[in-house]
């Protein structure tokens, strides 16, 4: 230990908060979910099957100022994700965790589909049932 040498600590860059305009449209996608709950997450904004701790898609800026979210996919889905590039990619944590970038150029109706199979994916077969499925 050196004793009098000052040390420069580099500041931490600031995650942004997410822009109303996106919140506004992924609350009404989330929103129309049965028991789909918003609550706030350790950054950004999360939404949850109501009585569950199982996330159906968490939103938030990065350190990079870029938004992304994140939700969960069918398995055989995962390694296309990976795969696709920008904006989707797969998380690092979850085996079914993937994401996208969410900026001015995000395709909505898609974001919409997936975000309903990640509540699908998340939530009781008595929830499942409720949803209007987009057909393949």
């Known amino acids: 230990m050196v004793v009098g040498v000052l040390w420069e600590i580099a500041p931490v860059p600031q995650r942004?908060?997410?822009p109303g305009d996106y919140?506004?449209?992924?609350?009404?996608i989330l929103g129309r979910l049965p028991e789909?709950?918003?609550d706030e997450a350790w950054t950004g904004v999360r939404w949850r099957v109501a009585g569950?701790?199982?996330?159906?898609?968490?939103?938030f800026g990065g350190e990079d100022q870029l938004?992304?979210?994140?939700?969960?996919a069918e398995l055989d889905e995962v390694m296309a994700f990976q795969h696709l590039g920008a904006p989707y990619f797969k998380s690092e944590w979850g085996t079914n965790v993937v994401g996208m970038l969410v900026d001015d150029d995000t395709d909505w109706e898609e974001l919409a589909e997936?975000?309903?199979e990640?509540?699908?994916?998340?939530a009781p077969q008595r929830l499942v049932d409720l949803v209007n499925r987009p057909t393949a």
């Open 52 to 59: 569950t701790t199982a996330t159906v898609a968490h939103v």
């Open 118 to 122: 990640s509540f699908c994916l998340q």
């Open 23 to 28: 919140l506004a449209r992924l609350r009404a």
């Open 67 to 72: 938004f992304r979210i994140v939700f969960r």
């Open 16 to 18: 942004p908060d997410v």
């Open 114 to 116: 997936l975000l309903t």
């Open 36 to 38: 789909c709950r918003e």
